[in-house]
């Protein structure tokens, strides 16, 4: 296809998104900076659709928004600060709830839904789309309880409302997800209360954000609540040791008969990143049965949900996406100008990333990262790192022995030492990832950018551990890691401005011969 062709059919596709834009018109999208929210944003950015977000801190999105995303402030437990966010609006998502807060989050979750129901109806709102919890029975949860409540008042407006009824969403960085995953790595032997064996009907999180989408422009006459989950049931068990399977990790799981909710939530707030607080909230409702009844979202949309082993293989894999697509340098910065993180966990993964100011340009600076390992080293505490490669050859890995092909120039899928290349970009990039026996994953990522007339060196090392072995690992090790990884990028910088220093030498000497 060539050059002219691609951009008829880049614009005709814009086109397409404008025209699916204009039927929608504008959507106002609450919860924008939540887990769902923020994966809805980004489809419906990559669609042209034309959004406005309401939310409390107008500054915390703004930068992370599209250009042509508008950002109003408004609070939805203030209903003085709704009526100019409504104007305009053709449709409102709902993706609000209050679980996370101390005081009493059913009472602000009723507050919030008829502030917003009552300002939808007066700006002559068409739609509401909301996404609530699954169940059903007379001794649902509060949370439960609360999340149905929502659905009623918005219902109640008067305005067509569809409501969308999900069970566990899985996805990294759900609440759900990650409480199972965190047990499952941290626990070779868990006691497990009764709730593991609790039925729920899991869904992956880019199938509820297709049924978002879906919602906006089904027609919609009346309003109607829609069950939605994956291709299969499956219990919390089933869940983990599927989890388990995929990850590699042996779990056993040893039931026992009481285990009250408030221990449990005090449990998992020690085991997991979920507070115990929310944790308790979220045991009350995993004693409830999450299965759809019947077909109906199947009948009434055009989608086929995956499967529990799906769903889990797509959230590892986008995770490692993710990762590999994280700028450290606006990661760590945004953490209120620390330059340093070490020992940091983002989901699953140990985060060691350090920076450090080299006054000579990125081109400079770069250099030394291309030459490292090899015949040129580790740049301090090479011994380390030839006791770590005989161990290695020990445990029937590479060791450091099989050097690199080239010594100043890395490509993709090359070997350097006990590393391979993953990723390569000239003068700013150089991603390695580990093939040394390891209890996990592990990863080496250079990044340079210029800053005024030098340049920032970031060198961050990232650890997936497999289970507890892996944490094990990596903690005992810690002390080691530190000095390694400070010497390491210590010399990048010694070596870059050495560099500098000799070739500027070279041209005085060569002028000095002229003259």
Known sequence: MDTGSRRFRHQSVRDEATEVSSVRGTILLTGSTGYIGGRLLRRLEADACAVRCLVRRPEVLRPQADETTEVVQGDLLKPETLPDAMRGISTAVYLVHSMASAGDYADQDRRAAKAFSSAARQAGVGRIVYLGGLGSGSKLSGHLRSRQEVGRILRGSGIPTI????????????????????????????LTPRWVHTMSQPIAVEDVIDYLIAGLETP????????IGGSQQASYADIMEEYARQRGLRRRMISVPVLSPRLSGLWLGLITPIYARVGRKLVESLRNETVVDGAQALETFGLRPRGLAQAIRRALVNEDREFAETRWSDAISSLGGATTRAGARYGTRIVDSRVRYVPVPATQAFLSIRRIGGESGWYGSDWLWRIRGALDLLAGGPGMRRGRKSPDQPAVGETIDFWRVEAYEEDRLLRLVAEMRLPGRAWLQFEVEPDGSGSRVRQTAEFDPRGFLGLAYWYALYPLHHLVFERLLRGIAFLAVRATWETAEAEDGRKGTVE
Not at 220 to 227: D, G, K, V, W
């Open 163 to 190: 409501e969308f009824r999900a069970s566990i969403i899985i996805g990294s960085g759900s609440l759900s997800f990650e409480m199972i995953r965190s047990l499952v790595e941290k626990l070779p032997v868990m």
């Open 220 to 227: 919609l006459e009346e309003s109607r609540i829609i069950e």
